[in-house]
């Protein structure tokens, strides 16, 4: 194998800085890709800087990531060198729990194994992400591409796409719902995308009166300030489904109270602190439900790349060189981007 050229965190307090590495021989079903581009998901920083306490350093983030197949093992069947294909959040499961065996391999009982920072399940080496030249993954955890959409704004699909698409799937988004999406950041821009093109009337809601006319933009057909207590009320027990994406610990109550009666919010944002508890009489009165979802299976992930390819939706993206990673990053912090960071991965290969 070449050696893959990436980018690292070596630590929870150093930036990110070059680094070299072997991937792994390919086995009977790998398929080994050359990586052109990555998203910067918010998840990549938790672990670089161990926000969530489980990380395994070095660190090569990456969880979005589109390429094209180099070589295959011999028992490879799905894939052929020259395909363009996506790799998401996951790289492998058990595949005999009863999550695996519906598809559902993100909620793996035995737990999946993540691009990075996971255990691979035979070698027992830590798994290295998408911010490299080249990945090797088994073809089961691969995802063809459509080749109509943009490779590097198809990237950051992987794992904002999916990671709204499914919750909207999950809970029936469609014509004759209206569903709300809290926040326009990497997951809510691609919320409100994907909410429009299933035919269900959106409202995109933002504590930022600058992001109202760049969500009607993207297909939200009304936007609430949702600091407006009287903005906030006129929408009162009307929502058959809310998708909250803000990755910031914040009250859901003033969001729960939009429901209507068998409504649902479900969570996808992941922040550091757990939310304050709601109050329960929000609940029970109204029988709402406050849920939580993670990514999705590989079947739901196809599933949605084909939708996305059916409907030309991508994530609207700023590329930057791997060298721009940490200021990326903090960028992010800021809100400073619009919707997501993509790295052109040839800038590694320079």
């Given at each position: 194998?070449?050696?893959?050229?990436?980018?690292?965190?070596?630590?929870?307090?150093?930036?990110?800085?070059?680094?070299?590495?072997?991937?792994?021989a390919l086995r009977?079903?790998?398929?080994?890709?050359?990586?052109?581009?990555?998203?910067?998901?918010?998840?990549?920083?938790?672990q670089a800087r161990?926000?969530?306490?489980?990380?395994?350093?070095?660190?090569?983030?990456?969880?979005?990531?589109?390429?094209?197949?180099?070589?295959?093992?011999?028992?490879?069947?799905?894939?052929?060198?020259?395909?363009?294909?996506?790799?998401?959040?996951?790289?492998?499961?058990?595949?005999?729990?009863?999550?695996?065996?519906?598809?559902?391999?993100?909620?793996?009982?035995?737990?999946?194994?993540?691009?990075?920072?996971?255990?691979?399940?035979?070698?027992?080496?830590?798994?290295?992400?998408?911010?490299?030249?080249?990945?090797?993954?088994?073809?089961?955890?691969?995802?063809?591409?459509?080749?109509?959409?943009?490779?590097?704004?198809?990237?950051?699909?992987?794992?904002?796409?999916?990671?709204?698409?499914?919750?909207?799937?999950?809970?029936?988004?469609?014509?004759?719902?209206?569903?709300?999406?809290?926040?326009?950041?990497?997951?809510?821009?691609?919320?409100?995308?994907?909410?429009?093109?299933?035919?269900?009337?959106?409202?995109?809601?933002?504590?930022?009166?600058?992001?109202?006319?760049?969500?009607?933009?993207?297909?939200?057909?009304?936007?609430?300030?949702?600091?407006?207590?009287?903005?906030?009320?006129?929408?009162?027990?009307?929502?058959?489904?809310?998708?909250?994406?803000?990755?910031?610990?914040?009250?859901?109550?003033?969001?729960?109270?939009?429901?209507?009666?068998?409504?649902?919010?479900?969570?996808?944002?992941?922040?550091?602190?757990?939310?304050?508890?709601?109050?329960?009489?929000?609940?029970?009165?109204?029988?709402?439900?406050?849920?939580?979802?993670?990514?999705?299976?590989?079947?739901?992930?196809?599933?949605?790349?084909?939708?996305?390819?059916?409907?030309?939706?991508t994530s609207d993206?700023?590329?930057?060189?791997?060298?721009?990673?940490?200021?990326?990053?903090?960028?992010?912090?800021?809100?400073?981007?619009?919707?997501?960071?993509?790295?052109?991965?040839?800038?590694?290969?320079?």
């Amino acid at each position: 194998m070449p050696t893959t050229y990436a980018y690292a965190a070596r630590s929870a307090d150093t930036p990110l800085a070059p680094f070299e590495f072997q991937r792994r021989a390919l086995r009977e079903l790998d398929v080994q890709i050359e990586v052109m581009y990555c998203g910067v998901c918010h998840s990549d920083l938790h672990q670089a800087r161990n926000e969530w306490k489980n990380s395994i350093y070095p660190v090569v983030p990456g969880h979005e990531i589109v390429g094209r197949v180099t070589h295959v093992g011999s028992g490879v069947t799905r894939f052929k060198a020259g395909d363009l294909v996506g790799v998401g959040c996951l790289v492998d499961s058990c595949r005999t729990c009863p999550s695996c065996a519906e598809g559902l391999e993100q909620y793996c009982e035995n737990g999946f194994v993540g691009t990075y920072n996971g255990v691979d399940r035979v070698s027992g080496d830590i798994t290295y992400g998408g911010y490299s030249t080249n990945l090797v993954v088994d073809e089961a955890f691969v995802l063809r591409v459509p080749e109509n959409l943009d490779p590097a704004a198809t990237a950051p699909l992987l794992c904002a796409g999916i990671t709204t698409y499914s919750p909207l799937r999950q809970w029936g988004a469609g014509p004759g719902k209206k569903v709300g999406i809290v926040g326009l950041g990497g997951l809510g821009h691609m919320g409100v995308k994907l909410a429009r093109a299933m035919g269900a009337h959106v409202v995109l809601f933002t504590t930022s009166a600058s992001k109202v006319e760049d969500a009607k933009r993207l297909g939200a057909h009304e936007v609430v300030i949702s600091k407006s207590p009287e903005e906030m009320q006129a929408h009162a027990n009307s929502f058959d489904l809310i998708v909250n994406t803000v990755a910031a610990q914040h009250d859901l109550n003033p969001f729960i109270a939009l429901l209507k009666r068998d409504g649902t919010m479900t969570l996808v944002g992941a922040p550091e602190h757990d939310h304050p508890s709601p109050q329960v009489f929000g609940l029970i009165m109204k029988r709402r439900r406050l849920a939580g979802s993670l990514i999705g299976g590989i079947a739901e992930t196809q599933e949605m790349l084909d939708f996305c390819g059916q409907h030309g939706i991508t994530s609207d993206i700023e590329l930057i060189p791997m060298q721009k990673i940490n200021d990326a990053y903090e960028r992010m912090l800021k809100s400073d981007v619009k919707y997501r960071f993509v790295v052109d991965i040839d800038s590694l290969r320079q």
